[in-house]
T-cell receptor, first 115, second 114 residues
């Protein structure tokens, strides 16, 4: 079946602009995760959802970052007033049921470049 | 906060050589442990995981890992690597009771020479 998809695959923006990154999880997966991966580092946890609610958003670096999952499926990561330090690959993953226990399936990522 | 250390940043082996990639974590409680692999041009995917029971776990493609609680380690092994194992490998830890919040190491790039 279809895997996790993320759009756009690449996003180039200017400092100070607003961006939205979209994640389509595997159909039926109730848990959804966002990570950020900088060059030469492992994925860094940002937030995860169980259904529509953000179960743990402790990884969001500051209040410029926000994520939603209004219908318990598609999720959007929103970044306001982008900064050059936000440049990274943003990864989304989904899992079937129990967060942390079920296998996470990762998408291809969105490469964000802030000029 | 938990952390994960992968001591080898880049490993180069010849085909048929044995592989061991180190992973140590810092967290005092019960953990779930994972190894992920990212082949060139592909997504991150799960290689194997440990939740409880036998500390020696087997994953896909002949990989295995051993959880040694006293050493806070979860090293990945393969007796004989192939060129197709060239990839980046990430160790991750998820404290039991902290649900979806996984902490990843910085990865080890494995290059297997044919």
């Amino acid at each position: 079946g279809a895997g996790v998809s993320q759009t756009p695959s690449n996003k180039v923006t200017e400092k100070g602009k607003y961006v939205e990154l979209r994640c389509d999880p595997i159909s039926g997966h109730t848990a959804l995760y966002w990570y950020r991966q900088s060059l030469g580092q492992g994925p860094e946890f940002l937030i995860y959802f169980q259904g529509t609610g953000a179960a743990d958003d402790s990884g969001l670096p500051n209040d410029r970052f926000f994520a939603v999952r209004p219908e318990g499926s598609v999720s959007t990561l929103k970044i306001q007033r982008t900064e050059r330090g936000d440049s990274a690959v943003y990864l989304c993953a989904s899992s079937e049921g129990t967060p942390g226990a079920d296998t996470q399936y990762f998408g291809p990522g969105t490469r964000l470049t802030v000029l | 906060a938990q952390s994960v250390s992968q001591h080898n940043h880049h490993v180069i082996l010849s085909e048929a050589a044995s592989l061991e990639l180190g992973c140590n974590y810092s967290y005092g409680g019960t953990v779930n442990l994972f190894w992920y692999v990212q082949y060139p041009g592909q997504h991150l995917q799960l290689l194997l995981k440990y939740f409880s029971g036998d500390p020696l776990v087997k994953g896909i493609k002949g990989f295995e890992a051993e959880f040694i609680k006293s050493k806070f380690s979860f090293n990945l092994r393969k007796p004989s690597v192939q060129w197709s194992d060239t990839a980046e490998y990430f160790c991750a830890v998820n404290p039991f009771g902290n649900a979806g919040k996984s902490t990843f190491g910085d990865g080890t790039t494995l290059t297997v020479k044919p």
